[in-house]
T-cell receptor, first 116, second 113 residues
Framework: AQSVAQPEDQVNVAEGNPLTVKCTYS??????LFWYVQYPNRGLQFLLK??????LVKGSYGFEAEFNKSQTSFHLKKPSALVSDSALYFC??????????????FGQGTTLQVKP | DVKVTQSSRYLVKRTGEKVFLECVQD?????MFWYRQDPGLGLRLIYF???????EKGDIPEGYSVSREKKERFSLILESASTNQTSMYLC????????????FGEGSRLTVL
């Protein structure tokens, strides 16, 4: 079965330190990969995506993600965390081919807590 | 900017009631989705639609139905609400091209008493 795993329920970092939120996937082929962020009682906001090309993808709010095909991972990173980055983060994949339906498979989410 | 609007942010219903959750998008997207979000379970796909009057079951369709009479509107229907359907419901839309990301509404938090 196709799946996405975020092995950490919560990640705690101090403000100013680098952060990593992990994501691995089990999907056949070469999927498209996404990261979303959710603030309390809000919908999901798109952060970045990997389609092809450079393994390091840059996105919104200073976030970036590194695609590693051999490890089937797509970890989210930021060089210097801010308290305002505290939120729930979701990794998602879209298998290829997926027809024209655009379905995404989501991980269970990781809560990022950045402390001052 | 793409806007996906869910008409109700918070609803409280009683067991057995019929519940309608409405979603409208303004970007002429072909695809629309209903997800359910529960703590520790992430987002689970209930139903999706890739065209007007077309629908397909997602991973957890039981107890739900959908309607898409117009391209911009996708409704989720709970025919007879139950307490285990208490959850956050998220609507999303996306364009047809393969790499297009999903755009989400703000969510509808449903409590069934």
């Amino acid at each position: 079965a196709q799946s996405v795993a975020q092995p950490e329920d919560q990640v705690n970092v101090a403000e100013g330190n680098p952060l990593t939120v992990k994501c691995t996937y089990s999907v056949s082929g070469n999927p498209y990969l996404f990261w979303y962020v959710q603030y309390p009682n809000r919908g999901l906001q798109f952060l970045l995506k990997y389609i092809t090309g450079d393994n390091l993808v840059k996105g919104s709010y200073g976030f970036e993600a590194e695609f590693n095909k051999s490890q089937t991972s797509f970890h989210l990173k930021k060089p210097s965390a801010l308290v305002s980055d505290s939120a729930l983060y979701f990794c998602a994949v879209r298998p290829r081919p997926s027809g024209n339906t655009g379905k995404l498979i989501f991980g269970q989410g990781t809560t990022l807590q950045v402390k001052p | 900017d793409v806007k996906v609007t869910q008409s109700s942010r918070y609803l409280v219903k009683r067991t057995g009631e019929k519940v309608f959750l409405e979603c409208v998008q303004d970007m002429d997207h072909e695809n629309m989705f209903w997800y359910r979000q529960d703590p520790g379970l992430g987002l689970r796909l209930i139903y999706f639609s890739y065209d007007v009057k077309m629908k397909e079951k997602g991973d957890i369709p039981e107890g739900y139905s959908v309607s898409r009479e117009k391209k911009e509107r996708f409704s989720l229907i709970l025919e007879s609400a139950s307490t285990n359907q208490t959850s956050m419901y998220l609507c999303a839309s996306s364009p047809t091209f393969q790499s297009g990301e999903l755009f989400f509404g703000e969510g509808s938090r449903l409590t069934v008493l």
